[in-house]
């Protein structure tokens, strides 16, 4: 079995040339039935984003990595009637452990454009579904994928790759969990209603705050945006009155001066016994006067300082990134030892066929001396024996399975005992 892809990525082309080979999404299940044809290619999977197109494919046919390779050439040129010379320009090409090497990076957002990310994890995996769904995907595609979104979650397990905020609405939340120990029943107040502050909130209410406050100078926006987000409006000129109940206010308008002032911080300061405060200024001109940054307790970043904490964090992603590439590379090596072993499945299936034929054997055995019974007590022994022979194996087939993903030595031994027909010629 063989496995190739080729792709577009944001690397390799700009969206001019990305947006030409995408699969709409009313196409694919066409896309996908002309690719998995049954005849050059068995099985397919199609990744269609923003970033990228990618078409993985895998094949039991005798055919080298670039033969395959050419075929999907062939498909995208003529289902998207692009020229070839674009494909031979923008697209990269992987066969086999470089393939499995690729799709493993993919998945698990080291080749983003922001390192880390968790969007691309759930995008294969729709794309996986939808391939599943239009029945595209055998037992290799199915290993190859399960065993990405495994990869995935490992390397977001074993390495900070993910844990270091890179947008600026990311930012607030972080800086907002290290001045708060916690943010459960935190109230968080919205000054101005810009994008990156109604994302903020959102993360923030996501993190454990339950209340927000929206202060708007177009008061009807600001119930609008209170009905989305089940939030509060406040009339913009009632603002300082409410500042004292919020443990964060993300301050975001057109204004060209400073709306918040140290006098009122001071202020809410008072009203809230010192409880500290936490001010992020997203607004361009800045909205909130630094020197409020000279008082106890009240904490102010602007959109500059959240900018350099998301770079400095992207620079962390980037290091975790290379531990990162270490479990790829391993684990794109044990997938394709494991795969070259052949179908587990096979050896699972006889274990448990010979399992239930010497049970059987034996009920057949035993059943002279039961004497007469009745047919519904034939059925109860039967179904009898079929949960003994189940809860017996059960346990070594979960075993079989791990062994499928490279964790056990034995599963060798298992195929030398349980060797499938194919394996007997």
Known sequence: MSIVVVGISHKTAPVEIREKLAFAESRLPEALRSLADGQTINEAVIVSTCNRVEVIAATKTQFDGDTLISHLHQFLHGFHRCEP????????????????GHIFRVTSSLDSMVIGEPQITGQVKEAFHAAQEHGSVGHTLTRLMNRAFAVAKRVRN??????????????????????????????????????????????????????????????????????????????????????????????????????????QVKRALAVRHNRPMLIVDISVPRNVDPAINQ???????????????????????????????????????????????????????????????????????????????????????????????????????????????????????????????????
Not at 85 to 100: G, N, P, Q
Not at 333 to 355: K, P
Not at 372 to 394: G, W
């Open 85 to 100: 010379a674009m494909l031979t320009k923008h697209c990269y090409s992987h066969a086999d452990l470089a393939a499995i």
């Open 295 to 425: 008082l106890d307790n009240a904490f102010v970043f602007d959109v500059d300082d959240l900018a350099s904490i998301a770079e400095s964090n992207l620079a962390e992603r980037q290091r975790e990134a290379q531990r990162a590439e270490l479990i790829i590379v391993e684990e794109a090596n044990r997938f394709i030892e494991v795969l070259s072993e052949g179908d587990i499945n096979a050896v699972i299936g006889t274990f448990r066929q010979q399992a239930g034929a010497l049970a059987f054997a034996e009920l057949e055995r035993s059943r002279k001396r039961l004497g007469d019974l009745s047919q519904q007590q034939e059925e109860a022994l039967r179904v009898m024996v079929n949960a003994i022979v189940n809860k017996f194996t059960q346990p070594v087939i979960k075993q079989l399975r791990e062994s499928e993903n490279g964790h056990s030595p034995y599963l060798s031994v298992w195929r030398e005992m349980y060797p499938h027909d194919e394996d007997k010629k």
């Open 158 to 263: 074993e390495t900070a790759i993910g844990s270091n905020a890179v947008s600026i609405s990311f930012v607030a939340v972080e800086l907002a969990r290290k001045v708060f120990e916690s943010l459960n029943g935190a109230t968080v107040m919205l000054v101005g209603a810009g994008e990156m502050a109604e994302l903020a909130a959102k993360h923030l209410l996501s993190c454990g705050a339950n209340k927000i406050l929206i202060a708007n100078r177009t008061y009807e926006n600001a119930t609008k945006l209170a009905e989305e987000m089940k939030g509060e409006p406040v009339r913009f000129e009632d603002f300082e009155r409410r500042m004292p109940e919020a443990e964060v206010v993300i301050c975001s308008t057109g204004a060209p001066n400073y709306l918040i002032l140290p006098a």
